[in-house]
T-cell receptor, first 112, second 114 residues
Framework: KAGVTQTPRYLIKTRGQQVTLSCSPI?????VSWYQQTPGQGLQFLFEYFSETQRNKGNFPGRFSGRQFSNSRSEMNVSTLELGDSALYLC???????????FGQGTRLTVV | QQQVKQSPQSLIVQKGGIPIINCAYE??????FPWYQQFPGKGPALLIA?????SEKKEGRFTISFNKSAKQFSLHIMDSQPGDSATYFCAALAGGTSYGKLTFGQGTILTVHP
């Protein structure tokens, strides 16, 4: 059974640009959550999607957005990038959002 | 109230030792407590998880102890190996509408010397 797949693995962007990250969950999982990991703030929850609907959202500015498609794949978008957005972005999939969550390898975003 | 406090920040043990990592929480709505292991350059991997109706759970060399009244839980790694050297995170998930929202501790960097 394939795990959670995130693409791309690495990204370098310039301040002010926007970026889109992709996540393919484990087959059969309908919940996808996104997290930002930084050395200073640790792992912080961004948002969760289930059946194409955002059910939960963390305390991040509106520049961070996401969506989920009918096949449960999810994308995360960050607009008007800032230097502080440099982080490892992780997605996790689970069956329903309240059970075991499995993480992908992450996308390392560097903003210069 | 949403915080999960994890200690110690770092831990060094000899091969065969039993490292113990502790976590404490305040939010009584938390009802699912997983532990994750993360190697450099990788995403967190689910190790073991527990719910509050159980005081202890073992899976292989990993054991979670849970104290509901103290709102604390801990991870014990039996017969630790150099390959266990990684960062460990405790986390908590609330029931109800907190879908997918894991609240993580700050992590413990474990080093196991041969």
């Amino acid at each position: 059974k394939a795990g959670v797949t995130q693409t791309p693995r690495y990204l370098i962007k310039t301040r002010g640009q926007q970026v889109t990250l992709s996540c393919s969950p484990i087959s059969g999982h309908r919940s996808v959550s996104w997290y930002q990991q930084t050395p200073g703030q640790g792992l912080q929850f961004l948002f969760e999607y289930f059946s194409e609907t955002q059910r939960n959202k963390g305390n991040f500015p509106g520049r961070f957005s996401g969506r989920q498609f009918s096949n449960s794949r999810s994308e995360m978008n960050v607009s008007t990038l800032e230097l502080g957005d440099s982080a490892l972005y992780l997605c996790a999939s689970s069956f329903g959002g309240s059970t075991e969550a499995f993480f992908g390898q992450g996308t390392r975003l560097t903003v210069v | 109230q949403q915080q999960v406090k994890q200690s110690p920040q770092s831990l060094i043990v000899q091969k065969g030792g039993i490292p113990i990592i502790n976590c404490a929480y305040e939010n009584t709505a938390f009802d699912y407590f997983p532990w994750y292991q993360q190697f450099p350059g990788k995403g967190p991997a689910l190790l073991i998880a527990i719910r509050p109706d159980v005081s202890e759970k073992k899976e292989g060399r990993f054991t979670i102890s849970f104290n509901k009244s103290a709102k604390q839980f801990s991870l014990h790694i039996m017969d630790s190996q150099p390959g266990d050297s990684a960062t460990y995170f405790c986390a908590a998930l609330a029931g109800g509408t907190s879908y997918g929202k894991l609240t993580f501790g700050q992590g413990t960097i474990l080093t196991v010397h041969p």
